[in-house]
Structures are given as structure tokens and as C-alpha cells.
């Protein structure tokens, strides 16, 4: 099923996609929720982030060809990084241009929400610790990060954390197509096969750092493509099963 958060007029609602109207949820998705009669077209409503996680964990160099791409080697172990919950954004939300920057990049990746407290989980069990899958992508400052060889500046401007538009609770994340399209040409185009840790190993390692609450993401690494965004453009992200995350860049 697919999940979403949205404003009609002033209000914050919850809702499902069903027959292919939104229907209002009540309740926590996280919890027992009543899915109701009240009705809304997807056209007409404001998307807002499906959750409101209160970390995303990022996984970098986690495509080999991805690290290629960047000259990186490719890590022996998970190599994670946080993005701050002010850097969540939402289907059709503006991506700011920060002007400390010269180069923002578009990363397309899956991501995965976490449905209930998760800590030191071992991997055969963190499938158990999955609400549901998302399309995330996950914008760099790439002249910051070459600069300060680091993650956490680079990634944690303001609205650099869309995700959405919706969270699908009813998917097989195995060999799944993520792509990147900007202004409507194909930039990114991988499959989550090609992962070099998959999600259970994911979820595991980092369920051993820090503990997992419910509606916590995890962006599980981009496939190679990665590249510049300018003033004005329209980025896209695709994850098959799930649908298209669409975001408008905008320099201040």
C-alpha cells in the first residue's frame, strides 16, 4: 500500500492511495490506523514528507561504480553519515541553492523507513524492522565535500533531503530500477542488485551504532550518474514499485 502525508488547505493529513484516490488515514501509521471514506485527488492536494524521521542514515559509495566514478575505493565496510531532519523535503518541494556552493549534485537512491524501535539487530531479522520503501535523493554540495574530504556540511544544507512521494509497505526491494532523470533525460539508471550491502546488512550494522526509531530513513547509496544541477531545473527520481520523486531547484 501507499502512504502518504499531505496538507489540504491548512490542514496536515495522513492518507492511503486507493483505486487511485488518496484516502484519509486516521491514526499512526506506525500503530493501528482506520483508513476512511474522505476522499482527495492526488492532483489537488500538497505533498509533505510521508514521515517525519528524526535521522537519515545515508550509505555512501555503496555502487561500486559510483565510487569509481568519484575515484573512491570501495569501502570493506558500511560507510555511513546523517542528514539532519531540517533537511527533509517532499515531493515537489524546492531544493535551495545554498550560495556557499558552486556545484550541487543529484544522488537517486531507495530508501527504507523503519516501523518500529530497531537496535542490534542481526541481519536475518531486519527485514522484521521494515515499514516500507521510498524514493530519496540525497543532494550534495560536491565542491564542499572535495574541499573538506567530509560528508556532514556537504549533505546537511536545508531542504537537501527530499524523499516521496509516497511510502509503499507492500514491496520486494531486490532488483529494483533507480533512476535519475534531470529536465527529462536519464542521468541515473541502476538496480538495487547492484548494492554492494544489501538492506538487512544495512539495517544490522547500523542498528548496532545507533538505535533505529519508528520512521527513521535510510538512504541505501546511489548508482553511478551522480552530476550537477542548476538554477531552474526539474530532478526526478524513479524507484520501480514506488514511483517519481520530483523536486525544483532554485538558487536565493
Given at each position: 500500500m501507499k502512504l502518504l502525508r499531505f496538507r489540504d488547505g491548512k490542514v496536515e493529513k495522513k492518507g492511503a492511495v486507493v483505486d487511485g484516490k488518496v484516502r484519509r488515514v486516521q491514526g499512526?501509521?506506525?500503530?493501528?490506523?482506520v483508513i476512511t471514506e474522505e476522499e482527495h485527488s492526488l492532483d489537488d492536494?500538497?505533498?509533505?514528507?510521508?514521515?517525519?524521521?528524526?535521522?537519515v542514515v545515508c550509505v555512501a559509495r555503496n555502487y561500486a561504480a559510483h565510487a569509481k566514478e568519484l575515484g573512491n575505493e570501495v569501502p570493506e565496510t558500511p560507510l555511513i553519515f546523517l542528514k539532519p531532519s531540517t533537511a527533509v523535503n517532499s515531493h515537489e518541494g524546492v531544493v535551495e541553492y545554498p550560495p556557499s556552493s558552486s556545484q550541487?549534485?543529484?544522488?537517486?537512491e531507495l530508501g527504507v523507513v523503519i516501523g518500529k524501535?530497531?537496535?542490534?539487530?542481526?541481519p536475518e531479522k531486519a527485514e522484521e524492522f521494515i515499514f516500507g520503501y521510498t524514493a530519496l535523493n540525497d543532494f550534495t554540495a560536491?565542491?564542499?565535500?572535495k574541499e573538506e574530504g567530509k560528508f556532514t556540511r556537504a549533505k546537511s544544507f536545508d531542504t537537501f533531503a527530499p524523499f516521496g512521494p509516497f511510502i509503499e509497505t507492500d514491496?520486494?526491494?531486490?532488483s529494483k530500477r533507480v533512476q535519475t532523470r534531470v529536465n527529462g533525460e536519464t542521468k541515473q539508471d541502476g538496480t538495487t542488485e547492484q548494492m554492494i550491502?544489501?538492506?538487512?546488512?544495512?539495517?544490522?550494522f547500523i542498528s548496532e551504532i545507533m538505535t533505529l526509531l519508528p520512521g527513521d530513513v535510510i538512504a541505501t547509496g546511489t548508482p553511478p550518474g551522480v552530476g550537477a544541477v542548476q538554477d531552474?531545473?526539474?530532478?526526478?527520481?524513479?524507484?520501480?514499485?514506488?514511483?517519481?520523486l520530483r523536486n525544483h531547484v532554485r538558487k536565493g
Amino acid at each position: 500500500m501507499k502512504l502518504l502525508r499531505f496538507r489540504d488547505g491548512k490542514v496536515e493529513k495522513k492518507g492511503a492511495v486507493v483505486d487511485g484516490k488518496v484516502r484519509r488515514v486516521q491514526g499512526s501509521f506506525f500503530e493501528e490506523y482506520v483508513i476512511t471514506e474522505e476522499e482527495h485527488s492526488l492532483d489537488d492536494i500538497e505533498f509533505l514528507p510521508p514521515v517525519l524521521p528524526s535521522k537519515v542514515v545515508c550509505v555512501a559509495r555503496n555502487y561500486a561504480a559510483h565510487a569509481k566514478e568519484l575515484g573512491n575505493e570501495v569501502p570493506e565496510t558500511p560507510l555511513i553519515f546523517l542528514k539532519p531532519s531540517t533537511a527533509v523535503n517532499s515531493h515537489e518541494g524546492v531544493v535551495e541553492y545554498p550560495p556557499s556552493s558552486s556545484q550541487v549534485d543529484y544522488e537517486g537512491e531507495l530508501g527504507v523507513v523503519i516501523g518500529k524501535h530497531c537496535k542490534n539487530v542481526k541481519p536475518e531479522k531486519a527485514e522484521e524492522f521494515i515499514f516500507g520503501y521510498t524514493a530519496l535523493n540525497d543532494f550534495t554540495a560536491r565542491d564542499i565535500q572535495k574541499e573538506e574530504g567530509k560528508f556532514t556540511r556537504a549533505k546537511s544544507f536545508d531542504t537537501f533531503a527530499p524523499f516521496g512521494p509516497f511510502i509503499e509497505t507492500d514491496m520486494d526491494w531486490r532488483s529494483k530500477r533507480v533512476q535519475t532523470r534531470v529536465n527529462g533525460e536519464t542521468k541515473q539508471d541502476g538496480t538495487t542488485e547492484q548494492m554492494i550491502f544489501d538492506i538487512p546488512t544495512l539495517i544490522s550494522f547500523i542498528s548496532e551504532i545507533m538505535t533505529l526509531l519508528p520512521g527513521d530513513v535510510i538512504a541505501t547509496g546511489t548508482p553511478p550518474g551522480v552530476g550537477a544541477v542548476q538554477d531552474g531545473d526539474v530532478v526526478e527520481v524513479e524507484v520501480e514499485g514506488i514511483g517519481v520523486l520530483r523536486n525544483h531547484v532554485r538558487k536565493g
